[in-house]
Structure formats: structure tokens, C-alpha cells
């Protein structure tokens, strides 16, 4: 069976205390549940590239792929993902564009939250990011 390939990046003010996410409608697995944002990686482009296009359609902001750090891989038999982030206070400007809600959250709430498996790990991740990339499975 062959791996689908998606891109996933977390969008942090600079003190990385505040991270948008997004409310899933979909897949079923994760409906109603809290994560970062991105998507289905399109023929031609790279990870971060797919990150960057994926936050402009769901959240409609404007980034560079290259301001995106790779910090993260979840790898499955299903799945292959690098996980990125990105540090600015722009991150208040995200506001909903497609089906699924985008919102700004504290760091320090998610564990009152509903959040998709792996997305509390890949955030504590992405805020300590020492340079190294992890590879999660």
C-alpha cells in the first residue's frame, strides 16, 4: 500500500504562546478535533511549499516556504508528513476561509481541548526546535 503525502506546519506568535489551529470536519478520525494546518502535498511542489499554499487557502495568510522550519516527520504505513513552523505575530491575522474554523489558541488551554493525535506533541516539539528533525511514527 502506497503512503499519501501531506504537509502540516503550526503558526506561532514570537513567544510561541499562542499557535493557530484548525477544527477538522475531516477525515471522520479526527472530526471535531484540533490541529495544525495543511494538506495534500500537489504534484510539483515541495513540503514547505504545500505548507505556505495550505495556510493561505484555510487560514488566508501570505507566507514564504522558505520562512517555514522542518522540525517534524510522521511517518505510518498510510502516511507521510513533514510537520513545520513559523514564528510571527501575524499569526493574529489567520481568519477562517474554507469549511473547517481556523483559530488562535494559547498553549497553555490546549489541554482543555480536543485535539487530533500527535498535535500537543508536534507543538511542544516545534516551540523547543533544537535544529534537529524527529521522526515520529
Not at 22 to 28: D, E, G, L, T, V
Not at 106 to 116: G, P, S, T, Y
Request: aromatic share 10%.
Amino acid at each position: 500500500m502506497s503512503q499519501t503525502h501531506y504537509a502540516m506546519g503550526f503558526y506561532f506568535d514570537e513567544s510561541a504562546e499562542y499557535v493557530a489551529l484548525i477544527c477538522k470536519n475531516r477525515p471522520a478520525a479526527i472530526a471535531g478535533k484540533l490541529t495544525g494546518l495543511g494538506g495534500h502535498r500537489e504534484e510539483g511542489e515541495d513540503y514547505a511549499q504545500c505548507v505556505a499554499r495550505e495556510f493561505l487557502e484555510e487560514a488566508g495568510v501570505a507566507t514564504r516556504p522558505e520562512d517555514w522550519t522542518h522540525f517534524a516527520t510522521v511517518s505510518t504505513e498510510h502516511m507521510y508528513m513533514p510537520c513545520y513552523f513559523i514564528r510571527s505575530n501575524d499569526v493574529r491575522n489567520v481568519q477562517t476561509q474554507e469549511d473547517e474554523r481556523v483559530a488562535v489558541h494559547a498553549v497553555k488551554r490546549l489541554c482543555e481541548q480536543d485535539l487530533a493525535p500527535f498535535t500537543m506533541e508536534l507543538i511542544e516539539l516545534a516551540r523547543t526546535h533544537d535544529g534537529a528533525v524527529t521522526e515520529l511514527s
